[in-house]
């Protein structure tokens, strides 16, 4: 989605970029969309049927945890079976780091410092680099080093960017340069003042997100200000919504923040009202339904859905599609910002799923004409 208004432009932190498998992250990248499976990873079937369901939703990037070698056999078998690059959670082993590499794994998450002695940490290195796999530096305010804790007393924003950098040296001194850092909390202000520091003091790419942010409900309100605060600054080359809650509702909030921030757009965003007294449907439901109907959309394409005459012409301005409410049963359809036509309360789902369809394929066939053109 391109903002056209000075009030609207965000202008990113200038990155390194490096791949994820066939994903760019940092740079001018488009910032990318991640989840994490909750499945045991040994268990190929759920893993894989999960990974599916979070690329449906839209999802870019998936970590998976490998905590044992029955792990990192299943991770062969779950790579050839999904289309997204895999990111495989690493803690404390090291072989278990030289495995996924080996499987397939797209990036390592890890951390130098818990790999174990310099050695280790080289062979994981070198494994990396000849399986051209990436890595991530995850710092989390829950498991920082004891000597920083000695040192800070507590986490703290000092405390988690010290741990960062310490971890890219190590990197950085085998010349390994193919990583991304993240340095979550659970305190939104913790987490938010960290990536800021850290945004100053470096240009590797950055994966954001608020760690163990709660249930979906909390999680997103949580992640919502952390994220949003973030990106609107223009930090961020990655992120993950961290929730109590299915993957795919991961994928589903951390698309709603990009979009709402004009950073990325894709499938139908509806712009809706609350609902009052003098709604002419019920909105509420007719959103509901509308949001299931068009989940399948990818086309970006904004859609209005009000419930009377008070913001319907305004909003119906603003948006490919709209909907306003009007009295005896029949409600105005806008296209393009203009009034069009009317239509039937009992028609109205079904024709504005299908204008909305209708309105993807046309976008599709021009997307498709202009890559044929460019090629």
């Known amino acids: 989605m391109m903002n056209y ?16 498998g066939n994903v760019k992250v940092g740079g001018d990248a488009p910032i990318s969309v991640q989840t994490m499976t909750n499945t045991l990873t040994t268990d190929v079937e759920a893993t894989v049927a999960q990974i599916l369901r979070a690329e449906k939703a839209g999802v870019d990037i998936v970590r998976v945890s490998c905590p044992d070698e029955e792990s990192t056999a299943a991770l062969k078998e779950i790579v050839k079976r999904v289309n997204v690059p895999i990111v495989a959670d690493i803690h404390f082993h090291y072989r278990r780091g030289i495995e996924a590499a080996e499987a397939g794994a797209a990036c390592l998450r890890i951390n130098p410092g818990n790999i174990g002695s310099p050695e280790r940490v080289k062979e994981v290195i070198k ?13 989390n305010a829950g498991s920082l080093e004891k000597h920083l804790l000695e040192k800070y007393g507590e986490p703290n924003p000092d405390a988690l960017v010290e741990s960062a950098l310490e971890h890219a040296k190590i990197l950085q001194d085998h010349d390994f340069h193919e990583f991304k850092i993240s340095v979550k909390a659970s305190d939104v202000f913790m987490a938010v003042a960290a990536y800021q520091q850290l945004a100053e003091q470096c240009d590797h790419p950055l994966h954001i997100g608020i760690t163990e942010a709660g249930g979906k409900r909390a999680g997103t309100v949580k992640s919502s200000i952390g994220l949003g605060s973030l990106l609107w600054a ?3 080359d990655t992120m993950r919504v961290s929730l109590s809650a299915e993957p795919e509702e991961e994928v589903f909030v951390g698309w709603d923040i990009l979009k709402s921030l004009g950073l990325r757009h894709r499938g ?60 005896g049963g029949r409600h105005m359809i806008y296209a393009a910002g203009k009034t069009d036509h009317t239509i039937s309360e009992e028609q109205m789902i079904e024709h504005l799923v299908e204008l909305v369809e209708k309105k993807a394929e046309t976008i599709e066939a021009e997307k498709k004409a202009a890559q044929l053109a460019a090629e």
Do not use: W
Request: proline share 3%; with cysteine.
């Open 268 to 327: 139908v965003r509806i712009i809706s009202c609350p609902s009052c007294a003098r709604q002419g449907f019920n909105v509420i439901k007719t959103v509901e339904t509308l949001e299931e109907r068009l989940a399948h959309i990818e086309a970006p394409i904004t859609l209005s859905i009000i419930g009377c005459v008070v913001n319907g012409p305004g909003e119906a301005l603003m948006t490919d599609l709209g909907l306003t409410g009007g009295g």
């Open 127 to 139: 494994a990396a680099r000849d399986h051209r796999c990436s890595m991530r530096i995850g710092v």
């Open 234 to 236: 223009g930090i961020g």
């Open 5 to 20: 208004r000075e009030y609207q432009q965000i202008d990113r932190r200038k990155s390194r970029q490096i791949s994820v």
